[in-house]
């Protein structure tokens, strides 16, 4: 099945540190776009970042333009999501999907994203 894996979640304290992984399974990452979204128990699905799959450009939602990093290794297969001074509102399940640069552009989580994973959760709770 061709999906992504998610991992990396757990709890953490309010100001630490996640570093979260996507990593293709049963494709290769080269030609897509990849962005990581978020939903949290009541709340419409969010788009939290998306990086291009030529140059490595970027896109952050303003909730966290500052805190959280965007990079890949095409070579892994894998893409990560650096999230520092976590917040209690980032507490969702993250997930990534595939798309196009310029679905990563408007980084609108409705979009025709593809190979949804089932998402990891990240909770900040003192």
């Known amino acids: 099945q061709l999906q992504f894996v998610e991992s990396g979640g757990g709890l953490v304290q309010p100001g630490g540190s996640l570093t979260l992984s996507c990593t293709a399974s049963g494709f290769t990452l080269d030609y897509y776009a990849i962005g990581w979204f978020r939903q949290a128990p009541g709340k419409e699905r969010e788009g939290v970042s998306c990086?291009?799959?030529?140059?490595?450009?970027?896109n952050y939602a303003d909730s966290v333009k500052g805190r959280f990093t965007i990079s890949r290794s095409d070579a892994q297969g894998t893409v990560f999501l650096q999230m520092n001074s976590l917040q209690p509102e980032d507490t969702a399940n993250y997930y990534c999907?595939?798309?196009?640069?310029?679905?990563?552009?408007?980084?609108?989580?409705?979009?025709?994203?593809?190979?949804w994973g089932q998402g990891t959760q990240v909770t900040v709770s003192s």
């Open positions: 990086i291009s799959h030529n140059v490595g450009s970027t």
């Open positions: 999907a595939a798309g196009t640069q310029a679905m990563c552009a408007l980084l609108n989580p409705y979009g025709p994203w593809n190979y």
